[in-house]
Nanobody, 119 residues
Framework: QVRLVESGGGSVKPGGSLRLSCAAS????????MSWYRQTPGKERELVAS????????NYADSVKGRFTVGRVSAENTVYLQMNSLKPEDTAVYFC????????????WGQGTQVTVSS
């Protein structure tokens, strides 16, 4: 069974950086779109960044373009989200997602990791 485990969240001051990781078990990256979402209380989960077919294509929410970078470490079956120049509005719970290209029912989520940006 596919399992996604996020790590790397924490508290940081505005302008700081964090790197989130998502370790995927029993998953063939080339068969899935890998994405990061975030959610704050009372709001819907929003797409932050994703990559497709082995990092050949990436896309980002306008609010994080130029500051966040998504990628993978194939040897470790891990997806990361490098977050630089963090702002208070980036504060949220961040979730890793894997969605199959071939079967939309195969849609997996991690448990989430808290990111807090505050002075």
């Amino acid at each position: 069974q596919v399992r996604l485990v996020e790590s790397g969240g924490g508290s940081v001051k505005p302008g700081g950086s964090l790197r989130l990781s998502c370790a995927a078990s029993v998953l063939t990256f080339s068969n899935y779109a890998m994405s990061w979402y975030r959610q704050t209380p009372g709001k819907e989960r929003e797409l932050v960044a994703s990559f497709h077919r082995g990092s050949l294509a990436t896309n980002y929410a306008d609010s994080v373009k130029g500051r966040f970078t998504v990628g993978r470490v194939s040897a470790e079956n891990t997806v990361y989200l490098q977050m630089n120049s963090l702002k208070p509005e980036d504060t949220a719970v961040y979730f890793c997602n894997a969605r199959s290209y071939y079967n939309t029912a195969l849609d997996y989520w991690g448990q989430g990791t808290q990111v807090t940006v505050s002075s």
